[in-house]
């Protein structure tokens, strides 16, 4: 039997392959909330715009979220060595670079919020906000699941040999931070550079 | 032989009936959730149907009103999104469930608890969006809700944005799960070029749903922020885009179309095989035919769009890839006519339902053409002629070739035949019934006859009106029809004949199984060594090439003592997937009605169902367990995940 296995699997854990898959979904996801945010870069109806952005501090707070792509991978590679105490600690980092990330961005938000810059203020307004919000609700999630893989490995129910659900959680975790990259570049840099040079 | 004795421990407790009401509610066998969409289906299109009758009352005659022009927006709107989310697709579900892991050679889906969470989500997502009747009225902006008509609270769009989006959530968990399960999963030997034609299809509608998905979504999430949080996005005051609404609403659409098309094309060129007594004509041409429409298939949206705002170089470039993508399409039909060509054939219903399906898809098809011609389009926008043309497409095609597949699997599914003189009686008045209510449309539409519109106005004269009778005509004798096929469906579950395991003498494995197909699907999991594996089981050349038969038993999988030493892992049926999705309610409505204590009781009961489901124990420990699995390269990769 092991010799047909290969022509007829993926050789993939299924588990993983249905999070790549999910993934592929997740791109098309973002992809047309970015789409929609560059058509309305310009629709500021009065309202602010793009000058708006602070840039030295969201470059802070996206520093923060690729580092915390490192300290996954560092868990990932802890578990696969059966090493539990430390994949819990790079567990742990990461979800509090996690949390640190979703703090800035709701400090960011506040800060617009009271510059004038509400969901209902104009098509810009409501672009940024839910291509943002989307973003910060997956890194939500993320930390959800980061937390949720600290206590379930406290309790045994996920095993020193089980790396694939750390591995799992880290392509999520992976993705959400590519995700930011574009955003951060497209979303941020590029127009905020165009505004002023 | 089974392990669902296997003792359980763990946190929590775990269903263990598998028959039974509560064994219906908690199960993750890939069949009986078939069975599950199946059933909830005919109830819906019972529904669809019944507001599709009010439709051709009303419009029977000029200047009616037996509904309300408030009521008739409802139901025209309602009749197309049940048609659509709550019939064609879940119908589709219904096939893909119990067919894609018998015709692979699997004993489930890759995520059996996941597959129960689609289930579950659809039959909720569907009665949340019935639900809005009684909640001041359905969604009555029509299937497609373009904004800003959509965006305002007049049009109750808002139910729409939220039930679309619980069906959608449904329908990714299923495309990942059906994804996995026929990259991952396929029997020893079933190489890809092996697969049955209808796996190739589900294979390509799945990742069709699983890119078209994400961007309604996106679409939807837009138009729910607008019309209930204040969102701008399509708030011309404010200088949003109507039109960007079309575009997404569109690039999601238009791939739907061959979401709902591609699985019956599947169907058909399963069953056109096995009647005609041939093997499917240029197999490989089927097979790239349908992965060229996925493909071109999210390059023609805007062929929707052509009276929009979209500019002459777009429309030009959506026309001919629009009449590019006619070309694989051909090629499928061409394909289905040579396999008939020269064929035995047996005019048995399943094969006349698929020979309909042919027949007037091609009609659909050729009405479609017409419609990437720019000025064509321009002139026939918005008419009865576009009604007429999906119809065709999509009752004459993706309905035929799905009632071809409940007559052709339902004595695999329950061990009975359905009676084959209530079956024709079924098609001839079926096939009578759906050309006179959608043929005259074209010649309404032509004459100007607008759709969408709750009056039949008496200013277009004698002649459209006798075809809106025709038109109504024709809804009567479906109706009586689909009593048939209802009257035929029961009768034969209670009392048909008995169907034997192979009652088609067919090709592929899911027939090498008894009828009804036992819990475990497959005692032994066969080898593949041929595209076709049952009939070639069956039957060898002569020199002539003619087929010879093969004495039963010949084969290496009826090893009599291999029955006994595999052990057989079945997934657990589970409490949580119905849970879980219950979840939905609250968090639509509070969706709806910008309630926010309402969303968080709703998302954090999904989340709880969630860890409920992940924290529940399992019979056979973990899959990465050693303690209780001994995995080996093979055994990992097509182990069951819980």
């Known amino acids: ?95 509090g670079q996690g949390a640190v990330f979703l703090g800035g961005q709701v400090f960011e938000f506040n800060v617009f919020f009271r510059e004038g810059l509400e969901l209902s203020t104009s098509p810009f307004a409501s672009s940024f906000y839910v291509l943002t919000g989307f973003h910060g609700l997956h890194v939500f999630v993320g930390i959800l699941l980061l937390s949720s893989l600290y206590v379930l490995s406290l309790t045994g129910k996920i095993k020193p040999n089980q790396d694939v659900k750390t591995e799992m959680i880290g392509l999520y975790w992976h993705f959400v931070d590519i995700i930011w990259v574009v955003i951060f570049t497209v979303v941020y840099l590029i127009p905020e550079i165009a505004v002023i040079g | 032989m089974s392990s669902t004795t296997t003792e359980r421990k763990g946190y929590s407790g775990r269903p263990r009936k598998l028959d039974g009401f509560t064994g219906w509610l ?15 289906v005919l109830v819906f299109f019972a529904l669809g149907g019944f507001e599709s009758g009010f439709i051709r009352w009303q419009l029977a005659q000029a200047e009616q009103s037996v509904l309300t022009e408030e009521i008739y927006n409802q139901f025209f709107t309602m009749h197309g999104i049940t048609m659509v989310f709550l019939v064609v697709m879940p119908l589709s579900a219904a096939f893909f469930n119990y067919l894609i892991p018998l015709m692979i050679g699997a004993r489930d889906v890759a995520f059996p608890r996941l597959n129960a969470f689609s289930y579950w989500a659809y039959l909720f997502g569907g009665l949340f969006l019935y639900s809005s009747f009684a909640l001041g009225g359905a969604p009555n902006g029509s299937w497609v809700g373009y904004a800003p008509l959509s965006t305002d609270a007049v049009s109750n769009m808002a139910f729409y944005a939220v039930g679309i989006n619980i069906l959608g959530v449904s329908s990714l968990a299923a495309a ?155 090629i499928k039909i061409f394909n289905w006519v040579f396999t008939m060509w020269g064929g035995k054939l047996r005019f048995n219903t399943p094969m006349l339902f698929s020979i309909g399906f042919v027949s007037m898809f091609t009609i659909g098809g050729l009405s479609g053409v017409t419609h990437a011609i720019v000025p064509h389009n321009a002139q026939q926008h918005d008419t009865y002629y576009v009604v007429a043309h999906f119809h065709y497409v999509l009752f004459g095609g993706a309905l035929f070739g799905l009632i071809a597949g409940i007559y052709f699997w339902f004595p695999k599914v329950t061990g009975k035949m359905m009676s084959e003189k209530l079956g024709k009686l079924h098609f001839w008045t079926w096939l009578l019934g759906f050309n006179l209510t959608f043929g005259p449309m074209h010649l309404s539409g032509l004459l100007g006859q607008p759709r969408r519109t709750a009056v039949l106005p008496g200013e277009l004269g004698a002649t459209v009106e006798l075809y809106n009778l025709l038109s109504s005509l024709g809804f009567v004798v479906l109706f009586g029809s689909a009593l048939v096929f209802l009257y035929n469906l029961i009768t034969s579950v209670k009392r048909g004949e008995a169907a034997g395991d192979d009652p088609w003498d067919a090709r592929t494995l899911e027939w090498i199984t008894p009828s009804p197909t036992p819990y475990e699907n497959f005692h032994v999991i066969p080898t593949v060594t041929h595209r076709d594996e049952f009939w070639h089981r069956k039957y060898a050349e002569d020199e002539a090439g003619r087929a010879i038969p093969v004495p039963a038993g010949a084969s290496e999988d009826h090893d009599a003592a291999a029955d006994h030493d595999e052990h057989i892992h079945m997934p657990d049926p589970s409490y949580w997937p119905l849970v879980q999705t219950l979840g939905f309610f609250p968090f639509g409505y509070g969706l709806v009605f910008g309630n926010f204590w309402l969303i968080g009781v709703g998302l954090a009961w999904l989340v709880i169902g969630l860890y409920g489901w992940i924290i529940e124990p399992v019979a056979e420990g973990d899959d990465d367990d050693p303690e209780d699995h001994t995995p080996t390269s093979g055994a990992r990769a097509t182990a069951t995940a819980h």
């Open chain 1, 1 to 95: 039997m092991s010799t047909d296995v290969a022509t007829t699997t993926l050789g993939i854990d299924h588990r993983k392959l249905g999070m790549w898959t999910f993934l592929g979904s997740e791109f098309l996801f973002f992809g047309a909330f970015v789409s929609a945010y560059l058509l309305y870069l310009d629709t500021t109806a009065g309202g602010p715009g793009v000058e708006i952005f602070d840039i030295p501090f969201t470059s802070i707070s996206s520093f923060v979220l690729l580092m915390s792509s490192l300290t996954m991978v560092l868990a990932h590679h802890a578990h696969t060595k059966g090493d539990m105490r430390r994949m819990r600690m790079w567990i742990l980092a990461t979800a």
């Open chain 2, 26 to 40: 908690t199960t993750t066998d890939h069949k009986k959730i078939g069975i599950m969409y199946f059933l909830t």
């Open chain 2, 176 to 330: 990942v799960n059906f994804i996995v399960t026929i990259l991952n999963m396929r029997a020893p030997g079933m190489t890809f070029m092996r697969m049955p034609v209808f796996i190739w299809m589900a294979l390509v509608t799945n990742f069709l749903l699983l890119f078209a998905l994400p961007i309604i979504a996106v679409a939807l999430f837009m138009l729910n922020i607008d019309a209930v949080f204040g969102g701008q996005f399509f708030e011309p005051a404010t200088g949003g885009d109507p039109v960007l609404y079309q575009h997404l609403f569109w690039l999601f659409g238009h791939p739907e179309v061959y979401i709902m098309i591609l699985p019956a094309m599947g169907i058909i060129s399963e069953i056109l095989p096995v009647n005609a007594r041939k093997p499917l004509f240029g197999y490989a041409a089927v097979v790239f035919a349908g992965a060229a429409i996925g493909f071109i298939g999210f390059g023609v949206w805007a062929h929707h769009m052509f009276t929009s705002a979209i500019g002459p170089v777009a429309r030009s470039a959506f026309a001919l890839s629009t009449m590019f993508i006619a070309v694989p399409t051909g």
